[in-house]
């Protein structure tokens, strides 16, 4: 599966075909197999919760170059546990039901 952005960026016809090619009926986004509304970030779990935690843990001390980066993104993913991970399906799933 995959979840396109919405972004005006990634909605034209090459993308979503390019989508449909390698994820054949199972992707969400706008014009897709599963519609989803563009520019919902209180619908997203990666931009209701995810680019927040990551740049709140990331962004503590600036990173010196781009290797350390990639390797502080990768260990910072690493501490988010199952715990946390229910708690942000829970809420993604009582924000779908107040739709």
Do not use: M
Not at 10 to 30: A, M, S, Y
């Amino acid at each position: 599966w995959f979840q396109q952005d919405g972004a005006p960026c990634h909605f034209g016809l090459i993308v979503r075909n390019l989508l449909n090619n390698i994820f054949p009926g199972r992707w969400i986004g706008r014009k897709g197999p599963i519609e989803w509304p563009p520019r919902s970030p209180d619908l997203t779990p990666l931009d209701n919760f995810y680019w927040g935690f990551l740049k709140n843990n990331l962004y503590e001390t600036k990173p010196t170059d781009i290797d350390e980066l990639k390797e502080r993104i990768i260990e910072c993913s690493n501490t988010i546990t199952r715990e946390t991970l229910q708690k942000v399906n829970d809420n993604f799933y009582a924000r779908l039901l107040s739709c």
